[in-house]
């Protein structure tokens, strides 16, 4: 990300902000500044790639502005090596950015490609500081480099790094569990830095003595520690998350990145096919698009590849293609055209005169790693059906068919190309629309022509509370919007006269409740939407489950929160800490449950989150504050959710399970009644002064209402009554 992102929520990033950031800091005290590397344009981990020739201009970009920053070490990360590495060693210090990294040595003569390390002196402090690179290869890199072993690596140099600075400190660009090998072999490193795959969502590890740095994805935020050295002793008092907002850019950095950009080539419509070549729709979509791309002088089609390293048929031709795109790259189109037209794989191959025993070796000797940087790619973005079509990386929302993708290049192209006259103006009634009208493709042969007529109008309500705090721009109001454009939308609210009136003739559970007056049985989508619908007098509301509840206003107000938490939640530990962070000294804390806990078919897991949430309800009812000792110890324990931590003399055993005891068999089923009328379906979820329940989906949105919502005096424990 080199300039902020315009994206909802969360700060922007963005280079010229970072550098706003840690000018605010310099002046204020010695800033030690460094970067673990994944800052190249490109490859798997980029959600916003342009292709090579822009990537690598967003590249030049990252390094002059980091440069003009002002870091102290910089190392490489695996996907920095994607241009070559001699091309970013020598980028590297025209823009004088200091790159260190002890294990990667060219494959010829075994020389360093950047410095095994540098000094840095802050105030009264001497730094020496390495960088090591992990040999993970999800994508094509540079060849003529080799990843030593980097504890070897770094031995070798450690001596002379102990006899010329204060302090050590390792950038590593391993990931978190060989950061920790990494700091173990090293145990007077008093900082770490990891800054490849992680685990933990906090800023800063600290782990027998040592600080453990982390990365904040994009740039939007950076992890931060004040550093205290007394008496050759080097602490950490405060540290955490420095957010990259965007309100006072530095315009030399924001200049310098926009000059840099100037060189960017047109955007390209960038096709992204994900398919099995197993899957024949897969393959009936590489044979529409193809002739697509080559229509778009601005459009290309990468083909990637969904699945897993195992030795089947499937993956052996994955290879096959990829050792074609390698080895005979004018070809790869002429290839997958052929092949997906029907021929079979080594007929195609005979067909367009390429090597057969030299595409073998090739897949026997690269195939894995470049394979399993496409499952790796489709992974990460939750790609799993076949064929799946994104369209500038994001999902295309249409079927992968060449005349309706064509239609969306040619909308969204500013010089339409010539075959842009030549299409249908429609597909289907959901291609036509104007604000106020219903449109309907009338279709002829391959596709149609929108015809536009008015709507039936019918009025709409949506029943409401006075006031919902977390509650965002209401979705089904935009849908019914969009899809009956006649609805005459009407927002009401509980307390008001008409409110009463329906609250009374009704009788919902919860609310938002929306009614569509029975007119809309007559509207021309009224089929969309009926299965989801049932009548209720003169009105059509929506069926039970459909929506999910969010505001029970029944239940008696009681200002304060409650959050329930899955004891086996992944992350549990950091959910725990926040919560208990914003709590008084009995938490008002719940477990969740996902299955009856009466029923007689429970699977291991369940009984195991079972067993844990008998122990947190027996301790919230008997133990006070032992309640919030308790969770302290669950949230520090490694195993938490495994083997449960229980200090307490009077919690459940671990190995007991559910308690077979009248009263606590009552608590658990009343607590079962309670997450069962609330509807408590994810991992953490927050009651609000008893009455609206809100998902928290990521760390910010928790974070966020324990910070805006607070509790009140001694409302913790009474937060989930009745």
Not at 446 to 453: A, P, Q, S
Not at 663 to 692: C, F, K, T
């Amino acid at each position: 990300m080199v300039r902020a992102c315009d994206c909802a929520g969360g700060p922007p990033g963005g280079l010229a902000n970072r550098a706003s950031v840690v000018a605010g800091i310099r002046g204020k005290r010695p800033v030690l500044l460094l970067d673990g590397g994944g800052f190249s344009g490109g490859g798997v981990y980029d959600s916003y790639t342009e292709g090579r020739h822009n990537d690598s201009v967003r590249t030049l970009a990252a390094l002059e502005a980091m440069g003009l920053i002002g870091y102290d070490a910089v190392t490489l990360g695996d996907d920095d090596l994607q241009y070559g590495a001699g091309w970013l060693a020598a980028k590297a210090a025209e823009f004088g950015v200091p790159l260190v990294c002890a294990n990667l040595v060219t494959g010829r003569d075994s020389t360093l490609v950047a410095a095994p390390y540098v000094v840095a002196q802050k105030g009264t402090v001497t730094f020496a500081i390495t960088g090591v690179v992990t040999d993970d290869r999800l994508f094509a890199v540079d060849t003529l480099v080799a990843v030593r072993e980097p504890v070897a690596a770094v031995r070798d140099i450690y001596g002379e790094m102990r006899k010329r600075a204060d302090v050590r400190v390792a950038i590593s660009h391993l990931g978190e569990e060989q950061t920790k090998k990494l700091a173990s072999a090293f145990p007077d490193c008093a900082i770490l830095v990891n800054a490849h795959r992680k685990e933990s969502t906090r800023a800063v590890l600290e782990r027998d003595g040592q600080l453990i740095m982390q990365f904040g994805f994009q740039g939007k935020k950076m992890s931060f520690a004040d550093l205290v050295f007394t008496n050759g002793v080097l602490s950490a008092g405060k540290h955490g998350w420095l957010s990259v907002g965007g309100d006072t850019p530095v315009p030399i950095i924001a200049q310098a990145v926009s000059a840099r950009l100037a060189a960017l080539e047109e955007p390209a419509h960038l096709l992204d096919l994900y398919l099995m070549t197993e899957c024949p729709h897969g393959m009936r979509a590489v044979r529409d698009l193809l002739p697509v791309s080559e229509s778009f002088t601005t459009a290309s089609l990468d083909v990637w590849f969904i699945g897993s390293l195992e030795d089947t048929a499937q993956s052996r031709e994955e290879r096959i293609w990829l050792a074609v795109e390698a080895l005979y790259p004018e070809l790869y189109n002429d290839f997958a055209a052929v092949r997906a037209g029907g021929t079979g794989l080594f007929e195609t191959v005979r067909a367009l005169a390429l090597d057969s025993s030299m595409l073998v070796s090739w897949a026997g000797e690269h195939g894995n790693e470049m394979l399993a940087m496409h499952y790796s790619r489709s992974g990460r973005l939750g790609v799993t059906a076949c064929p799946t079509l994104f369209i500038n990386n994001q999902p295309a929302g249409i079927p992968p068919e060449g005349m309706r993708v064509a239609r969306e290049l040619c909308a969204r192209a500013e010089g339409k190309p010539r075959m842009c006259d030549s299409l249908p103006e429609c597909f289907e009634d959901r291609d036509c629309s104007t604000p106020g009208k219903i449109g309907v493709c009338a279709r002829d042969g391959g596709g149609g022509t929108c015809v536009f007529r008015e709507p039936v109008t019918f009025e709409f309500i949506a029943l409401m509370p006075d006031s919902m705090l977390f509650f965002e721009q209401d979705r089904t109001i935009e849908t019914t919007r969009e899809l009956f454009p006649g609805a005459r939308i009407r927002i009401v609210r509980m307390s008001s006269r008409e409110g009463r009136r329906i609250l009374q003739k009704l009788k919902p559970e919860a609310l938002p409740l929306y009614l569509f007056d029975s007119k809309v049985k007559k509207a021309a989508r009224f089929e969309v939407a009926k299965p989801g619908l049932v009548r209720q007098g003169r009105w059509y509301v929506f069926k039970e489950g459909v929506l999910r509840k969010r505001y029970f206003h029944r239940r008696k107000m009681k200002e304060g929160l409650a959050v329930f938490i899955d004891p086996l939640f992944a992350d549990v530990k950091e959910v725990l800490r926040l919560a208990l962070e914003a709590h008084g000294p009995r938490a008002a804390i719940y477990p969740a449950l996902f299955a009856d806990p009466a029923s007689e078919n429970l699977t291991n897991t369940e009984k195991t989150r079972q067993a844990e949430a008998l122990r947190w309800l027996v301790l919230r009812e008997q133990s006070g504050n032992g309640y919030r000792h308790y969770l302290e110890g669950y949230m520090r324990n490694d195993s938490s959710g495994e083997r449960p931590y229980a200090p307490e003399a009077n919690a459940p055993s671990a190995d007991t399970g559910i308690s077979s005891t009248t009263a606590d068999s009552a608590l658990v089923m009343q607590h079962w009644q309670l997450l069962q009328e609330l509807e408590i379906q994810g991992p953490v979820e927050i009651l609000i002064d008893n009455r609206e329940l809100v998902p928290a989906d990521s760390y910010g949105e928790l974070r966020s209402l324990l910070e805006k919502k607070a509790f009140g005096p001694g409302s913790a424990a009474g937060a989930a009554g009745e």
